[in-house]
């Protein structure tokens, strides 16, 4: 399982169509074995998985005997109301094998998250999720919905990792956000605002731990402040290998037509 994270970590998300840069993959990893050092352990979940390209990495960082659980409209797509993604439980299952997943531990749920309660989710993870990313619908209803499953649902120290908030494509997800932090009691704390990924953790200590040790760790991070909390901001310095650029190019128009051309000349 180890190599088939360090090669989907290294390059092998970029073959799977999605959003997913590289400073939320290293934080998202960083505090995955951050928890684990702390003693915190439990399944993980997304709603709003589109393709797999961060549940794939969520799956990867779970050990072997752990859950996991995909939370999507797939074929319900008459109530995509704002048309944030269209997930396709083919290909995810598709890139969820090549990438070595155990789908005997894959749940998937397809179901509108307006409909599903925070017990339900934890029933099909046997747990409570240590790792919750929410990339759901993109309106201030269901952010604001999501993030209260997400609160209710994870375990003490437990991570949620919320995208989009500061896209501008889509306002509404900032605004559920200031929603849920003003007026539902929110057990989550900011930690890290990366890659359009914003991550709290549940609980002061945990977020505060898993803060200074991000800090620590990723040169040019500084703290600032959001929701009267401090929070780590960070932007990685994109420094591309060969075999990177490489990768990269064959993602192209012009990459995939010389792949044709070759397959083709064989």
């Keep these: 399982m ?3 994270l360090a090669r989907y970590r290294s390059h092998g998300h970029r073959f799977v169509e999605g959003w997913l840069l590289d400073g939320a993959i290293e934080a998202t990893c960083d505090i995955a074995e951050l928890q684990r050092q702390r003693g915190v352990y439990g399944p993980v979940c997304e709603i709003g998985v589109h393709h797999g390209r961060l549940f794939i990495l969520l799956v990867l960082l779970n050990p072997p005997t752990e859950r996991s659980l995909a939370i999507d409209l797939f074929e319900l797509q008459s109530e995509n109301v704002d048309g944030s993604g269209k997930g396709s439980r083919e290909k995810m299952l598709e890139h969820l094998r090549s ?3 155990n789908l005997n531990l894959v749940e998937i749920l397809a179901e509108n998250s307006l409909r599903v309660s ?3 989710i934890v029933e099909l993870c046997h747990g409570r999720p240590r790792l919750f990313s929410v990339d759901g619908g993109h309106t201030a209803e269901i952010t604001r919905n999501d993030l209260r499953l997400a609160q209710e649902a994870v375990c003490e120290g437990g991570v949620v990792i919320l ?6 494509s889509w306002p509404a997800v900032s605004e559920g956000t200031v929603q849920f932090m003003r007026d539902d009691s929110p057990q989550l704390v900011p930690v890290i605002i990366t890659s359009n990924k914003f991550i709290f953790a549940k609980g002061g200590e945990a977020a505060a731990e898993y803060r200074e040790q991000l800090l620590s760790k990723r040169r040019g991070a500084k703290l600032s402040k959001v929701f009267g909390f ?5 932007e990685p310095t994109s420094k591309w290998t060969v075999r990177q650029m490489r990768v990269r190019i064959r993602e192209t128009r012009v990459g995939k037509a010389i792949r044709s051309l070759k397959r083709l000349g064989r």
Excluded: H, K, L, P
Aim: aromatic share 20%; proline share 0%; hydrophobic share 25%.
């Design 2 to 4: 180890y190599d088939a």
């Design 99 to 101: 990438r070595g997943c």
């Design 118 to 120: 925070a017990s339900q």
């Design 163 to 168: 995208d989009d908030y500061f896209n501008s």
């Design 230 to 234: 401090e929070v780590v901001c960070y």
